[in-house]
């Protein structure tokens, strides 16, 4: 069956704007993964000096355990294992790093098709969410890991008569991976406040709802901290407790939320009320 010019014209019509938004997000795709692939390139570059930077906590923990700092050593046992380790640290840090310029990115892709409150409205989260992300990974950096670090040299036993010596040689890869999972896991678990904010603004969720599961709440952060954590109690608790207090700023910054809307609700019934007054008030043109 043949097409008529109308309906191809119209097709082509319908058609147009999904190429263009198809070449948008093309372009946004290109910055986004040309500036990931500048900073892996950096962070390669600079990966044993990241590394070192990493071991810090490592050398505080074993300070709090009355050992030598100058003494830490980590082991690899396969020949690739070091490189490897290095391409791993060097994604993560080419992430954090470029993750304000792919946040950007999606947000001019999406931006044209918000309204001007909308815009004004998301744009705060989107600088509020790295930062929260850099307060998580600086606990973890300054306190959980020393403090796991710490637990786990506490259980490294003395060679005696009666007991071999058992001492902890880390390796590098899974020294990097419990750091990575530990900030990854704060990381998260901090950009709760915005994705509770931003439920609340689009009217999915209330701060009375956040409210009422405010014991469940509690029962899932042990849950998720129990599963994205190493299996020691005190990194668990460490990551449960600050979610919990995470989960009771989400609820303050809904209530926030809400009374800033019912504000400006009650704004507008003012203004359409007054227009109303006026109005009825003006009088009629006289007729000729």
Same mark, same amino acid.
């Given at each position: ?6 309906? @191809? ?7 147009? !704007?999904?190429?263009?938004? %198809?070449?948008? /997000?093309? $372009? @946004? *795709? ?18 044993? $000096?990241? #590394? ?16 030598? =700092? ?29 993750? =304000? ?10 931006? !044209? ?9 998301? *744009?705060?989260? *989107? ?7 850099? +307060?998580?990974?600086? *606990? ?8 796991? +670090? ?17 001492? /902890? /040689? ?15 896991? #704060? ?10 904010? %931003? ?59 809400? @009374?800033?809307?019912? $504000? ?18 003006? !009088? ?5």
């Amino acid at each position: 069956m043949s097409v008529s010019d109308k309906e @191809r014209e119209e097709i082509e019509k319908s058609s147009a !704007p999904l190429i263009e938004h %198809l070449v948008e /997000l093309r $372009r @946004r *795709l290109i910055w986004s993964l040309g500036g990931f692939f500048i900073a892996f390139l950096v962070c390669f570059f600079f990966a044993k $000096r990241l #590394f070192n930077l990493l071991v810090v906590p490592f050398k505080w923990a074993t300070q709090w355990a009355g050992l030598d =700092p100058h003494k830490v050593e980590l082991i690899y046992t396969a020949p690739q294992e070091f490189f490897f380790t290095q391409v791993k640290l060097a994604m993560f840090g080419g992430m954090v790093i470029a993750f =304000p310029l792919i946040a950007t990115q999606i947000y001019k892709f999406i931006a !044209p098709g918000l309204y001007k409150n909308e815009r004004s409205a998301f *744009l705060p989260f *989107l600088i509020a969410s790295p930062i929260l992300f850099l +307060m998580g990974a600086s *606990l973890v950096y300054f306190f959980f890991t020393p403090m796991v +670090m710490w637990f786990f040299l506490a259980m490294q036993q003395v060679g005696t008569n009666d007991q071999v010596q058992i001492s /902890l /040689l880390p390796k590098v890869s899974e020294y990097l991976s419990l750091i990575m999972t530990l900030i990854f896991s #704060f990381g998260l678990v901090f950009q709760l406040p915005v994705v509770t904010s %931003l439920l609340t603004r689009v009217g999915l969720l209330s701060s009375q709802a956040l409210a009422e599961k405010r014991k469940w709440a509690i029962v899932i952060a042990f849950v998720v901290a129990a599963v994205l954590t190493p299996p020691d109690p005190m990194s668990q608790i460490g990551l449960a407790l600050p979610t919990i207090v995470l989960y009771e700023v989400a609820i303050f910054t809904s209530r926030l939320i809400e @009374r800033s809307r019912e $504000r400006d609700r009650l704004a507008r019934e003012r203004q359409e009320e007054a227009g109303s007054a006026v109005a009825g008030k003006t !009088p009629d043109a006289p007729s000729t």
